[in-house]
């Protein structure tokens, strides 16, 4: 771990450490070298011991010249070793065998190439580097060629508008890509799934903000039990909907019982990514929202829910993109049918995912192009919904993207507006009288009871929220405290109050009531 | 509800009395907290279903079997009453094993490429890529392993099997050693194979369990290892590594419990024996899902009792697996949290 190295001396250690740095830090390293000089310089012998230690910074990340050459000498001759070898050995065959040689030479060529300037820690720390990259690299490149060779595979079917509108009642396993399509499928994915989240959503998001408001050995034991379901097999989760539904009351196989399925298997992951977003709220807002006096239901409508809106709505899509996905659950409680079936309480049904399982199991070619036609739809499906999830979501609770921002930014000048219009009497006093909380019972007083001697102050209008909450002196005594006599610390604190009390509607009386 | 508040409101305001914090007070309170609870009684009442019900309908097949000949046995024959599920638990355990091995280190370097490694501004791209592999269809991993990957993996299940056939689960049967013209047929739609694509499903879920709890490894440990002259890959190992010991094995165990149950990738790729097929590289296998997929059609009452069971076990398994993983990882997080 440590860069220190004590046995070395300085004469050796120095000049390795400038030569090091010659090419982009020079300018930086210089300073760093003055020790190493000062021992050159012949200083007396004490001092140069203690400076015998070389003070170069490591390294940690950035791009060097050195590096940069070392990766494509060792990458160019990792490759060449690898064609040497495929010709001369030849144990591997295909593209795979030959990837994993060239970049496994490339890996040991990179260390020596590393070890010509660079002691055994920071050689390893490179090669580490290279590997942690390109482990990154691998998980993408899998990903791209998924979605990639599905796309690709899935380009004969999908220019045929024919593919969209129809079904396969009509059309046969021989007959060409110009006959029957995936409608029936795409039809019975969005009933299901709009089984799945009529019951899903508010079922789940009840139970999180279960989780998280009324704490006590029942709900966690709740929360570990839905962790632990949350990998549920999903085919367990259509032997369930199969036996209780189909088995156990006689139902037959339909898009309801496969929307049941769907729910079983998406209840556990849209709770548990709900309760992690739920549990980021800040207790600032809540505990606040308690201090105004709100009973707990309405602190978990008005301030919970709305701060964590877009996380819950990234839980719900993310819940969704997995629930559409799904093939097993579907495959046993859902039956099958060529035809279309826009009634998921009467007969069989056909999601997206089953058509492609029954399309690809047919040995004929236009069926698996067929098959690789829904695969496309489907994933194209689910990119979509990602791609919302990450657009309203993505943000923490809280936060605001830009519009939210100019709104609210918009709300609190026309608040801080009104709100010196209503105290415009009073401006110079609150500016003086800085002491003291009697200036400020008199100053609202006069400043809304006068209220005809302000030019430009609608002075009915705007008062409601501070003045005739009850009419009482205490109460409006307490309102501006925070400002503590400062009109501009004032505009912030009022606003808030503002939105709280339009918030919370018929709850403001009750609130400034309570606040003291 | 308003008007009793504005009520209690009224008569509090002459005498300030502090309102007790208590989690429930008025009738709106009462309601509401009633309705969370019964939801969260009705979705703990859906998870017990779930075992309930398999293992009411199980108690037929069970009974007739008893449960250790029930374990014990490879065939898959209920209509005569000889069937068990020692070939097809083999079969899950050994390609979850596959997919494991294969997983955890990719998954354990994406994780730490992109908490400590990957260029900043790169990192959240990064994060919702590992999510969005996530969410991809797992029918879509298996149509990407059985048309593309499977054909490039027979040269390596060759080399593999060439070499090192003599560790008696490489060996596949029918082949000798360097004689390459023998029919790659034998290679293809294996536990490896399926292996490989089921690391790929769960690899971006170890890998956000990962990451999460590499992202929590304290600053000022990990610039106290840099103040103290490590390299980056020196700081890793010293701090990040330890102190993610939890994410990583409760990761990989989160990893293992969605690879047991993985059931259409596995069904399109493997073709199913049901003897015990201990040779990965070699062709047939089984898994507990894929044989409830597959029989699940032509099951008769019976039939469908033994599949049930079959499912009960598999969701005992995996049920078993998510208890470990997430306690560990609840462990590892706490822990994060106390000490942050």
């Known amino acids: 771990m440590t860069v220190v190295d004590l046995e070395k001396g300085a004469p050796e250690d120095a000049p390795q450490h400038t030569s090091q740095h010659t090419s982009q830090d020079a300018p930086q390293a210089s300073p760093q070298g003055t020790p190493g000089e000062a021992a050159a310089e012949g200083t007396p012998a004490g001092p140069a011991v203690a400076a015998a230690v070389p003070d170069v910074p490591r390294r940690i990340g950035g791009v060097t010249r050195s590096g940069v050459l070392s990766v494509f000498g060792a990458a160019a001759s990792g490759l060449c070793v690898a064609v040497l070898l495929f010709g001369e050995l030849a144990p591997f065959s295909g593209a795979l065998g030959f990837f994993v040689t060239a970049y496994l030479s490339f890996l040991g060529l990179y260390a020596v190439l590393t070890g010509l300037e660079e002691d055994g820690q920071a050689v390893r720390d490179r090669v580490m580097t290279v590997v942690l990259w390109s482990a990154g690299g691998l998980m993408f490149a899998a990903l791209t060629m998924v979605v990639g060779f599905t796309a690709w595979r899935g380009r004969e079917a999908l220019p045929h508008a024919n593919f969209f509108t129809q079904d396969m009642q009509a059309a046969g396993p021989l007959d060409p890509l110009t006959d029957g399509g995936i409608a029936h499928a795409m039809l019975g994915t969005l009933i299901m799934i709009a089984i799945a989240l009529a019951i899903t959503v508010p079922l789940g998001l009840a139970c999180a903000v279960y989780l998280n408001q009324i704490p006590g050995r029942f709900s966690r034991f709740v929360r570990t039990i839905v962790e632990a379901m949350t990998a549920l097999p999903s085919i367990v989760a259509g032997l369930m909907v199969y036996a209780v539904w189909i088995l156990n009351l006689g139902m037959q196989k339909s898009g309801l019982a496969a929307g049941f399925a769907i729910s079983v298997m998406m209840l556990p992951i849209v709770i548990r990514a709900a309760d992690v977003v739920l549990r980021l709220v800040p207790g600032t807002l809540t505990e606040a929202s308690e201090a105004l006096g709100a009973p707990r239901w309405r602190t978990v409508w008005h301030v919970v829910l709305p701060t964590a809106r877009s996380g819950l709505a990234t839980a719900v899509i993310l819940g969704t993109a997995r629930g559409i996905g799904e093939t097993s659950p579907v495959l046993l409680t859902a039956g099958f049918t060529a035809a279309l079936n826009a009634d998921p309480t009467n007969g069989p049904m056909i999601s997206l995912p089953l058509a492609v399982f029954n399309f690809v199991k047919s040995p004929e070619p236009t069926m698996i192009a067929r098959g690789f036609g829904a695969a496309a739809v489907l994933m194209a499906l689910v990119l979509v919904l990602f791609v919302i999830a990450r657009v309203i979501g993505g943000r923490g609770p809280g936060h605001q993207n830009k519009r939210q921002a100019r709104r609210a930014a918009r709300a609190s000048r026309r608040d801080a507006r009104r709100f010196t219009e209503l105290h415009t009497p009073g401006l110079e006093l609150f500016a003086t009288g800085s002491s003291g909380t009697d200036g400020d019972t008199e100053r609202p007083e006069r400043g809304t009871g006068n209220g005809a001697p302000s030019p430009h102050a609608p002075a009915p209008a705007p008062a409601p929220a501070p003045a005739p909450a009850d009419g009482d002196p205490a109460s409006r005594d307490n309102t501006p405290a925070p400002a503590d006599g400062d009109p501009a610390p004032q505009g912030p604190p009022a606003p808030d109050n503002e939105t709280r009390t339009g918030g919370a509607g018929g709850n403001s009386d009750a609130a400034t009531g309570d606040a003291h | ?340």
């Open chain 2, 1 to 340: 509800m308003v008007s009793a508040l504005k009520d209690s409101a009224g008569a509090e305001s002459e005498r300030p009395v502090p309102r007790r914090p208590s989690p429930a007070r008025g009738l709106g309170d009462r309601v509401f907290r009633v309705q969370l609870t019964a939801s969260g009684v009705i979705v703990l009442a859906i998870m017990a279903a779930v075992g309930l019900f398999l293992l009411l309908r199980a108690a037929q097949a069970l009974r007739t079997r008893g449960v250790w000949g029930f374990l014990t046995t490879a065939e898959w024959q209920p209509d005569v009453h000889r069937f068990g599920i020692a070939a097809v638990l083999t079969g899950t355990l050994l390609i979850a094993a596959v997919a494991v091995t294969i997983s955890v280190p990719l998954a354990l370097g994406t994780a730490l490429f992109i908490s400590d490694i990957a260029p900043r501004p790169l990192r959240r791209t990064l994060v919702s890529m590992v999510d969005l592999m996530a969410a991809v269809p797992s029918v879509v991993y298996g149509l990407w392993g059985l048309f593309f990957l499977q054909q490039h993996v027979i040269g390596v299940s060759r080399w593999l099997s060439d070499w090192f056939g003599w560790i008696p689960f490489l060996h596949v049967d029918g082949t000798q050693p360097g004689e390459p013209l023998a029919s790659q047929s034998v290679y293809t739609a294996s536990t490896f194979v399926a292996g490989i694509v089921v690391a790929l499903m769960v690899a971006p879920i170890q890998c956000s369990v990962m990451r999460e709890v590499f992202a929590q490894a304290p600053a000022g440990e990990r610039e106290g290892a840099y103040a103290l002259g490590a390299t980056r890959w020196g700081m890793i190992r010293a701090v990040v590594l330890p102190y993610g010991m939890g994410g990583i094995i409760g990761g990989t165990m989160l990893g293992l419990g969605r690879a047991l149950g993985e059931t259409i990738a596995v069904y399109l790729i493997i073709s199913p024996v049901f003897t015990i097929q201990p040779h990965i590289l070699q062709t047939g296998s089984n898994s507990v899902s894929s044989l409830i997929a597959l029989h699940y059609g032509d099951a008769s009452t019976f039939g469908m009792s033994a599949l049930m069971a079959a499912g009960l076990a598999l969701f005992l398994l995996t049920l078993a697996v998510n208890f470990t993983a997430s306690s560990i990882v609840a462990r590892s997080r706490s822990g994060a949290q106390s000490e942050a």
